[in-house]
């Protein structure tokens, strides 16, 4: 055995507690070294009546490790365990300080997990993992009040630019409702929506006002109903890193300086206020003027933005928050932040805008989940930059599940382009059958996906500010193949469980090769998800029980032989199959 490739410590996400009740324990080994892992498990008070000796069955691999898991429900929520790691004949036991081949006696060293509290149990909203969301740029997606336009508004459908207006707002929003319903939408993440100078409003002027160009609080009460009503979920972007350059206490700071009663609420490093080659004297979001950075460790600062994040909340009835840049502020505003959301609506979805691993925050003290940018990542790295070949993605994606306690990767916010990156069809390169493949892996994995507007109906657009085109509206222009694909893949989503719920084991992960397939269980219910991405036809052989299997997305049939299902696939082409 490979014994320092083997891994485990109590607490984070190999050791927690997934509900009131349950305990999940999580070891790591060199991949394909062990043969089985046990845990044994007991109350450290009551050790020789309670111990037990539980399977641990290979939750996820990547490219180096294995990582096994069971669960375990003690009976008086405490916890003393080690783990039996096994590999053929020979055995091994770990405890908290060694490996030995000897069973440990009494559980004076082996791991603890002192008591499952109700109030450390990481508890997410259980309605995220059953929406579909979908991004809302609402300055480009429809103009359904041409009286707040602002000045200079250019005509619709013109060349986005940093700087141009083309008048979308919330009514514009209201008045297409039924275009969100056709397709299947259960939630909708808006960037944000209050009072700024920019057409992204990311620079923002007042947290306490809609910004006039898309309306006022009675247009968004009007708007969170009507999303309500649907059955849409709502979610605002918090832009609570930085405030923008209009702020009132950023105003008062430059016009008033070390006098200024607001100097404490940014980190000026010099006075006065000002851009020295290309870097401004207090922090920022980059080096952004027009962005100060908000010092959150001030209490009245602090006070200020935990009363806008209620507000919204308890007055208006929105659903939650993506929290922009999020890695920068303090984890003890965060802390705060949570308290004082889930006081306001204990169901309120917490999201954070963080690009990389992020263990830290999801501990269940901070955010519910983030953007997940390393799943974006290996999607696009596998399906349309081909850096990743089919066993390379696999292990993207088991290495992803093995960061985050479970009930973290059930809610986590999966997306393949937002107002910050190329679409997903330009970075196709144009190819629909790349864009859905791409798409079909997204809808059939865990977490929450996320449309970015307009990429149901093929709207392209490179980089910012390219990707922040107008929403097209005009049917002529509209594309209803692609529409109807994510039609049919989100009604897919909804009638499969194990889509949203199930585990996920993958069958065949071709080393150099292009086949994918993996099962989605959830219960007695499977669903095989098939995926050829070659520019050619290939034909794929899993194991599978039953007789017949049919394709939820086309509606045809496959008959199985020796226990095995062999299922032809055209470039690029994928398949969904549930038992007939």
Known sequence: MQLEAVYHRPKLNWSYAYDLETVHLRLRAKRDDLTEVFALAGDKYIWDQSKELIPMSKLTSDDLFDYWECAVKPKYRRLKYGFLLKSGDEEIWMTENDFSKERPPVPDRLFEYPFINPADVFTVPAWVKDTIFYQIFPERFANGNPDNDPEGVLPWGG???????????????????????????????????????????????????????????????????????????????????????TFAPFVDVMEKGEKSQYKDWFSVRQYPLEVKDGVPTYDTF???????????????VKQYLLKVAEFWIKEVGIDGWRLDVADEVDHQFWRDFRKTVKAANPDAYILGEIWHESSPWLQGDQFDAVMNYPFTDAVLDYVVRGTLDAKGFANAIGRQLSRYPQQASEVAFNLLDSHDTPRLLTLCKGDKNKMKLAALFQFTYGGTPCIYYGDEIGLDGEQDP?????????????????????????????????????????????????????????????????????????????????????????????ETSDGKLAVKLPAYGYAVLTQA
């Open 286 to 300: 980059s080096f952004e003027p027009l962005m100060p950075k908000l010092n959150t460790d001030n209490p009245e």
């Open 159 to 245: 060349k986005p630019e940093r700087e141009n207006f083309f008048g979308g707002d919330l009514q514009g929003v209201i008045d297409h409702l039924d275009h969100l319903s056709e397709l299947g939408i259960t939630g909708i993440y808006f960037t944000p929506v209050f009072e700024a100078t920019t057409n992204h409003k990311y620079d923002t002027a007042d947290y306490m006002k809609i910004d006039p160009h898309f309306g006022d609080i009675e247009t968004v009460k009007k708007l969170v109903k009507a999303c309500h009503d649907r059955g849409i979920r709502v979610l605002f972007d918090a832009v609570f890193n930085h405030s923008g350059k």
């Open 466 to 558: 390219d990707c922040r085109k107008c929403m097209e509206w005009d049917p002529e222009k509209q594309d209803h193949d692609l529409f109807a694909f994510y039609r049919k893949l989100i009604a897919v989503r909804k009638d499969l469980a194990a889509l949203r719920s199930g585990s996920i084991h993958f069958l065949i992960a071709e080393q150099g090769g292009s086949k994918l397939a993996y099962e989605r269980r959830l219960g007695k219910e499977s669903v095989l998800v098939l995926l050829n991405n070659y520019d050619a036809a290939q034909t794929l052989e899993v194991p599978a029980k039953g007789l017949i299997w049919r394709d939820a997305m086309n509606g045809s049939t496959h």
